[in-house]
């Protein structure tokens, strides 16, 4: 890595908690890769500080920064323009400056179809079922329109919120024409006209690894060319995706998802390509799979 001088150009990335974030590790060893005079650094900002943070980075001079939780969805009326992307999902994961100001976007939904894209499959042919209507859903569900999915069902177990998150995309038509919501009682139809099953909950994730959002006797009724897709990278495999691998299904971790959506990110703060296959051995090193 360079040494840092007064000429070094500042990235990061502001959330709460932000300390177990893997963005640092992946954009560092890119930097490092490229030989360019960069540092991408984590700053945990507090949800009533974030005014105050963004102001700082007006100031100082800062590049752009990736945003996580708690922020994506309050940084919006702080920027001076967002993506399309930004406003189907309702929540911004990368900033920019441009001549206007603050631009944000939302690179999770190109990160969740990277690994898709590389499949020689008819997305419009395909049967998507997304386990979870939370944050992750929403750039899912994105991420499912852009690839041609015609039908994206969504099952979730409060009908409060699974009404509202309907109701969120009545103003994108395109999304919410192929939009089927469904209650998790009901998760027994759903499941065996699964092409593809993604979990966007947190099941699975420690302390609850034996734990998979789909029991094992449903699993087994999920079709044998079906690909599972769990958002969660560790542990890895999580126990829904081990299950369905019994079954004899596909399987697709979280880690290409949260590696696709860094890789988009730099792109845009660098303008130019980025070394992927440095950033995924970095991602892969640091969670001790290499
Ligand atoms: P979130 O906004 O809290 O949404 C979680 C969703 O899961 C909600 O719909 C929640 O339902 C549902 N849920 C939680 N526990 C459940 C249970 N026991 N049974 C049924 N549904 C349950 O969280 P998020 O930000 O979307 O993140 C979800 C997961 O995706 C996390 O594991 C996160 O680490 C992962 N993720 C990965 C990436 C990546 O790049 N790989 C990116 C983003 C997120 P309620 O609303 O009723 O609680």
């Keep these: 890595m360079q040494p840092i001088t007064g000429k070094t150009k500042l990235l990061g990335i502001i959330g709460d908690p932000v300390e177990h974030s893997l963005s640092p590790v992946m954009h560092n060893a890119a930097i490092a890769e490229l030989g360019l005079d960069y540092i991408y650094v984590p700053f945990p900002v507090k949800q009533e500080d974030l005014p105050q943070a963004i102001a700082g980075f007006t100031a ?22 967002i993506s399309d992307d930004a406003v189907n999902i309702g929540a911004v994961n990368t900033v920019w400056r441009t001549e206007s100001g603050w631009k944000g976007t939302n690179t ?14 008819d997305w419009t042919q395909m049967t998507p079922v997304v386990l979870g209507n939370g944050g992750a859903a929403r750039a899912v569900v994105a991420g499912l329109t852009n690839l041609g999915c015609q039908e994206i069902h969504v099952v979730g177990r409060n009908r409060d919120k699974l009404a509202q998150f309907y109701q969120s995309w009545q103003h994108s038509p ?6 089927k919501i ?6 027994s139809s759903v499941v065996p006209a ?95 799979l290499l």
Aim: hydrophobic content about 45%; proline content about 8%; cysteine-free.
């Design 108 to 121: 999770d939904a190109v990160g969740f179809i990277a690994p898709l894209k590389t499949m020689p499959r």
């Design 174 to 179: 395109k999304i919410a024409d192929r939009l």
């Design 60 to 81: 100082t001079g800062l590049v752009g920064f990736n945003i996580t939780i708690p922020h994506k969805q309050n940084i919006i009326p702080l920027l001076d323009e």
């Design 194 to 288: 699964a092409d593809l099953l993604i979990n966007t909950t947190p099941i699975g994730m420690s302390p609850q690894v034996d734990a998979s959002p789909v029991e094992e006797a449903l699993m087994q009724k999920l079709k044998p060319k079906a690909i599972a897709y769990d958002l969660i990278y560790t542990p890895n495999p999580t126990q829904f995706l081990k299950l369905a691998q019994e079954q004899g299904a596909m399987a697709i971790d979280g880690l290409e998802m949260l590696l696709q959506q860094g890789v988009a990110a730099l792109e845009i703060w660098l303008q130019r390509s980025v070394p992927v296959e440095v950033m995924r051995n970095s991602l892969k090193k640091h969670l001790g």
């Design 182 to 187: 469904h209650n998790w009682d009901n998760l």
